[in-house]
């Protein structure tokens, strides 16, 4: 039974922080990633974490306020988002690759899992 379930979203006032987790069961990855949706926007590339090199990629806007990590012994991942922004709102999804692939970290279709998604909200 493969699933990931994320959690840690919420309300906070611009400059605050969050930490977002996502938690893996059953699912092999090659790369473990972030993704935002706005309301009215597309789904966009936040940040992913490669295996077993542990490469990170961040999408620039992040760079420098958004921490990716893992945890291998509890196969959870997680998205530090400090300094956030009214622009950052959106629901934030983890989604793993499973299978090889030539695409970039951030095409979206490339992803073949994903978690339901945990809302965050930043007032100005």
């Known amino acids: 039974d493969m699933r990931m379930a994320e959690s840690g979203g919420g309300s906070v006032q611009a400059g605050g922080s969050l930490r977002l987790s996502c938690a893996a069961s059953?699912?092999?990855?090659?790369?473990f990633a972030w993704f935002r949706q706005a309301p009215g926007k597309e789904r966009e590339a936040v940040a992913a974490?490669?295996?077993?090199?542990?490469?990170?990629n961040y999408a620039d806007s992040m760079k420098g306020r958004f921490t990716i990590s893992q945890d291998n012994a509890k196969n959870t991942l997680y998205l530090q988002m400090n300094s956030l922004k009214p622009e950052d709102t959106a629901v934030y999804y983890c989604a793993a690759r499973t299978w090889q692939s030539a695409a970039i970290w951030s095409s979206v279709s490339s992803y073949n899992y994903w978690g339901q998604g945990t809302q965050v909200t930043v007032s100005s």
């Open positions: 974490i490669t295996t077993p090199t542990r490469t990170t």
């Open positions: 059953g699912i092999t990855y090659r790369i």
